[in-house]
């Protein structure tokens, strides 16, 4: 069994990667928050092979309340989605199981560190 350890676990500095190692991870993926300058410096001084997320579409946040406006009980659970926007960004809400997670509609992108990032993860 291989472990990693995905980007909602924080990963923010050298430290952090030295612990998961001793915890058994094989590989980590730093927080999405993170500067393109301490994903670097991650990538630098990391005793973990460091896997960066380029695109996708990662929920913004989980919530454990629900945003149907029915009661629990008569609630089929199935996943419902909506549109949203404000300050002029659009989002997409989806409710299932009685959670809901917000993504941003444009997805995540990080094109613009790739060559760097990518020049300076080691091979492992």
Same mark, same amino acid.
């Given at each position: 069994v291989k472990l990693a350890s995905g980007s909602f676990l924080y990963v923010?500095?050298?430290y952090a990667t030295a612990q998961l190692k001793e915890m058994g991870v094989q590989w980590c993926?730093?927080?999405l928050e993170s500067s393109p300058e301490?994903?670097?410096e991650i990538a630098n001084n990391s005793t973990l092979p460091i896997v960066q997320v380029i695109n996708g579409n990662p929920p913004?946040?989980?919530s454990a309340v629900c945003i149907r406006k029915n009661p629990c009980s008569a609630c089929n659970q199935q996943e419902k989605k909506y549109n949203l926007k404000k300050?002029? =960004?659009e989002y997409l809400a989806v409710s299932k199981n009685c959670q809901i997670q917000l993504f941003n509609k444009k997805g995540y992108t990080r094109e613009k560190i790739k060559a760097n990032i990518c020049g300076?993860? =080691?091979n492992y």
């Open positions: 923010m500095n050298s993926v730093p927080a301490n994903m670097l913004l946040f989980t300050d002029g =960004k300076v993860i =080691k």
